[in-house]
């Protein structure tokens, strides 16, 4: 089945420790996304990727980091410089050859709760 | 800076009845706008997508239209179901996707 999984469902970590969240797909998509939920508000952009290797910020980008060393993985690093880390993460792909209108499909999500 | 409000943010109906989410945006210079769904704890589906050429789209019970003049959309379940039950988030696309705050839908049997 093709599609985008996230891992792990749920995490704990402890304040101060850094912390990787796992993106992967294998739709064959160009771009892939991270975006945080918090409660009562709408999705917002951490970082996205339009090709391997490369990446931009999105609008919270502070206290994040990211790799795209390949095609189908998009990890995301929640270092002890976010002050608080504590949401849901998802993350989306998106097949960019089809232009601007192509949909953003989304993974299952990872929740995150620092203690 | 676009802004995506989304009225009302929860919303109770009996099973069968037809109801109307809206979505506003502040900025009408938008490529596509497009409705989620999102159930408890998990991630995003796609419902519609509305290029801004369009008025509307249809798949199945839903109908979503699109107003860019005016800043509107609304997606429109005809014959809501328990199943239906989940929070709608609309999101328009600039050079990036900018959502809303949801509509959080029960519908009761």
């Known amino acids: 089945d093709g599609g985008i999984t996230q891992s792990p469902k749920y995490l704990f970590r402890k304040e101060g420790q850094n912390v990787t969240l796992s993106c992967e797909q294998n739709?064959?998509?160009?771009?892939m996304y991270w975006y945080r939920q918090d409660p009562g508000q709408g999705l917002r952009l951490i970082y996205y990727?339009?090709?391997?290797?490369?990446?931009q910020k999105g609008d919270i980008a502070e206290g994040y980091s990211v790799s795209r060393e390949k095609k189908e993985s998009f990890p995301l690093t929640v270092t002890s410089a976010q002050k608080n880390p504590t949401a849901f993460y998802l993350c989306?792909?998106?097949?960019?050859?089809?232009?601007?209108?192509?949909?953003?499909?989304f993974g299952p999500g990872t929740r995150l709760t620092v203690l | 800076k676009q802004e995506v409000t989304q009225i009302p943010a929860a919303l109770s109906v009996p099973e069968g009845e037809n109801l109307v989410l809206n979505c506003s945006f502040t900025?009408?210079?938008?490529?596509?706008l497009q409705w989620f769904r999102q159930d408890p704890g998990k991630g995003l589906t796609s419902l519609l997508l509305?290029?801004?050429?369009?008025r509307e789209q249809t798949s199945g019970r839903l109908n979503a239209s699109l107003d860019k003049s005016s800043g509107r959309s609304t997606l429109y379940i005809a014959a809501s179901q328990p199943g239906d039950s989940a929070t709608y988030l609309c999101?328009?696309?600039?050079?990036?996707?900018?959502f809303g705050t949801g509509t959080r839908l029960q519908v009761f049997p």
């Open positions: 999101a328009v696309k600039t050079d990036k996707l900018i």
């Open positions: 509305i290029q801004s050429s369009q």
């Open positions: 990727s339009q090709i391997v290797n490369d990446f």
């Open positions: 900025d009408s210079a938008i490529y596509n």
């Open positions: 989306a792909s998106r097949l960019t050859s089809g232009g601007l209108t192509d949909t953003q499909y």
């Open positions: 739709l064959n998509h160009d771009a």
